[in-house]
Nanobody
Framework: QVQVVESGGGLVQPGGSLRLSCAAS????????MGWYRQAPGKQREFVAS???????NYGDVVKGRFTISRDNAKNTVYLQMNSLNAEDTAVYYC???????????WGQGTQVTVSS
């Protein structure tokens, strides 16, 4: 079993920055892919960013150039540095962890990010 816990959400002003963290624990030695999704009120969950254990990254179009994903493989932790935040970034951010390409993914409970003046 894998536990996924996000942290770092909160209230930030437009143009500000925030850093999210996600730690995975449990019966895992390494994790193939770790990533972030978000869901705003009344909208579908959308892909934000992901990173493999080999360092390959992918970003959703709406966050390219503003968000940066990174991870610490030794700690099974992934980070999301969010810059130039705007109101459209307001959402619950969920961490997604896939231990290997042959296993299902695990989700965290989510952390709220609110961008408002």
């Amino acid at each position: 079993q894998v536990q996924v816990v996000e942290s770092g959400g909160g209230l930030v002003q437009p143009g500000g920055s925030l850093r999210l963290s996600c730690a995975a624990s449990g019966t895992i030695d390494s994790i193939y892919n770790m990533g972030w999704y978000r869901q705003a009120p009344g909208k579908q969950r959308e892909f934000v960013a992901s990173m493999t254990d080999g360092g390959s990254t992918n970003y959703g179009d709406v966050v390219k150039g503003r968000f940066t994903i990174s991870r610490d493989n030794a700690k099974n932790t992934v980070y999301l540095q969010m810059n130039s935040l705007n109101a459209e970034d307001t959402a619950v951010y969920y961490c997604n962890v896939r231990p290997s390409i042959w296993t299902s993914a695990y989700w965290g409970q989510g952390t709220q990010v609110t961008v408002s003046s």
